[in-house]
């Protein structure tokens, strides 16, 4: 459990110098150290090893990444989200004793470039980096006939796919073991054959966040602690399963409410928020585990307008962490690891074209509960 602001780890503290690069073009040590939370003397020996392995070169007072072969842009109008990050030693390489040969070419279908997503991409591009292979960027969306139609147009030009196939589609993950190439299935599980054969896959455990988030509302002292999520996120079935098994485990299942909603982005959400806060006085609910971020945010709105204090009369955990600490006030959040996620499946796909015999990875990456003001009165 961490609690604001939290420690970076070092492959996303560099992915994120890099980032800042690639906005700004080049950045002082000064600002760089503030922008992270980390001292001056820790950028400055990011700064030597990202310039010891090509990706940027020092100037005076600061540091400017490097162009040139080996720093892939996005493609498609991914634009900065999608760029190149800094690589990390202990990510993926060339196996020992693998010949020198041409860049690896890697298609990449996600189904957002404006969501979650936007980390994942730069993780897959550390990775990338490191082991010498160019990704191509494609939105699939989240509609099984546009993320075939996008593969389909990548499989015959590369030597591997890194693919988050809509998870309500399993004929799509059926249908990428005929194509060709190795695949890698990103946040989603699949199967396919006869036998339902497990297929390569890199996935955050949400189960185990949302358990992480109820457990920590519990030590607040909750004994009702509800659960609200997206009904169209593919993410709220992993969620929902950790909320139960933790509810269950501690005794609280009774009279917990369940909700799903509609998206924040949907007319109806106004309706569906105001049946949520309702709900919540009608049961004693004092606690909320909320998928995802725009929905905790508007919900903390909205119990402000009806004269509730988050957390006095409603504390609220969000899953995903995207924007939660922008919040007012900021909201605690259960973060997957988008960034490692990337790293991770790219890692996979190398090792699976180098080694095309090897058994079926499944990875599964644990998220991390970052505790604010909306959750803990110490916050």
Known sequence: MTTEPAALLPAERRARLVQRLHDDGWARVADLAAALGVTPVTVRRDIAQLAEEGVLERVHGG??????????????????????????????????????????????????????????????????????????????????????????????????????????????????????????????????????????????????????GVRHLAAEGHTRIGLVTSRTSPTSRGVRAGWRAAVGELGLGDGCL??????????????????????????????????????????????????????????VVAYDDEVAGLADPPITGIRPPKAALGAAALDLLVRRIADPGRPVHRVQLGPQLIVRASSSGAG
């Open 258 to 315: 369940d909700l799903d909603t509609v998206s924040h982005r949907d007319p109806g959400w106004h309706d569906d928020a105001g049946r949520v806060l309702d709900a919540c006085a009608e049961s004693g609910t004092t606690a909320l585990l909320v998928h995802s971020d725009p929905e905790a945010i508007s919900l903390v709105e909205r119990a402000h307008d009806r004269d509730l204090r988050v957390p006095a009369d409603l504390a």
């Open 63 to 212: 540091a400017r990444l490097v162009a040139g072969p080996g720093r892939p842009e996005a493609q498609d109008g991914a634009g900065a989200a999608a760029r190149t990050a800094a690589p990390d030693r202990s990510l993926a390489r060339k196996p020992p004793g693998q010949a020198e040969s041409r860049t690896l070419t890697v298609g990449m279908v996600v189904p957002s470039l404006d969501y979650y997503y936007p980390e994942v991409i730069r993780g897959a591009r550390v990775a990338a980096a490191n082991a010498d292979v160019r990704i191509i960027l494609r939105n699939g969306s989240y509609d099984a006939a546009e993320v075939r139609r996008q593969v389909a147009a990548l499989a015959a030009s590369t030597d591997g796919l890194l693919v988050s196939p809509p998870v309500d589609a399993p004929e799509v993950a059926e249908w990428l073991t005929t194509l060709g190439v190795p695949v890698v299935l990103v946040e989603r599980h699949g199967q396919a054959g006869p036998f339902h054969e497990p297929l390569e896959s890199a996935v955050t455990d949400h189960a185990l966040g949302a358990a992480m």
